[in-house]
Structure formats: structure tokens, C-alpha cells
């Protein structure tokens, strides 16, 4: 099982991403733990993801993330988060996995 971290200003708005990228992998098979945090929380939350995704308003902080945690770090995609397309973040999730 993967560990999805998605990180934006209060956890908030990627919560209803988290949602429907459950519901995206479900339809995949394929098992993911997903789960929306504020950037704050970062250096606790990060520590055994395999992917940390930040929304978009927050990607300016790419790089303090990426050293911050030991996986890989992406800004989502704006159009993908602005229409809450959970098949294509979980698609860009499997691409970078290399699965």
C-alpha cells in the first residue's frame, strides 16, 4: 500500500481531491493510504510517504519540500486540481512510482 501525502495552505481544499483520488484508485485496484494535511504539518507528516503532492497555491514551496521529505515531491497539476480529477492525479501518482 502507498502513502499519498497532499499537502496545501490548511488541508482543506485537498480534501475533496483526496476523495475523489480514492475513488480513482479504487477503480485502478490499486491500494493507496491518501491523506490531506496542512503545510504545517509537513515535516511530521512526510517522514514514510512514498509521494507528497502540493496543491496548487502552494507549489511555490516545492523546493523546501523536496527537502523536507525522502520521496518524491510534485505540485499538482491546476487543472487536474481545479476540476478534482482524482484518475488523472492518481494516473501522474503511478507515472512517477514508476508503476
Known amino acids: 500500500m502507498k502513502k499519498i501525502v497532499l499537502l496545501c495552505s490548511a488541508g482543506m481544499s485537498t480534501g ?32 514514510d510517504a512514498d509521494i507528497v503532492l502540493l496543491g496548487p497555491q502552494i507549489r511555490f514551496q516545492l523546493n523546501r519540500m523536496k527537502g523536507i521529505a525522502s520521496c518524491p515531491v510534485e505540485a499538482i497539476d491546476m487543472t487536474a486540481y481545479g476540476l478534482m480529477n482524482g484518475e488523472k492525479v492518481m494516473k501522474r501518482v503511478k507515472e512517477v512510482l514508476g508503476e
Open 16 to 47: 475533496m481531491l483526496v476523495k475523489k483520488m480514492e475513488e480513482a484508485a479504487a477503480e485502478m485496484g490499486y491500494e493507496a493510504d491518501i491523506h490531506a494535511w496542512p503545510v504545517a504539518e509537513a515535516e511530521r507528516v512526510t517522514k
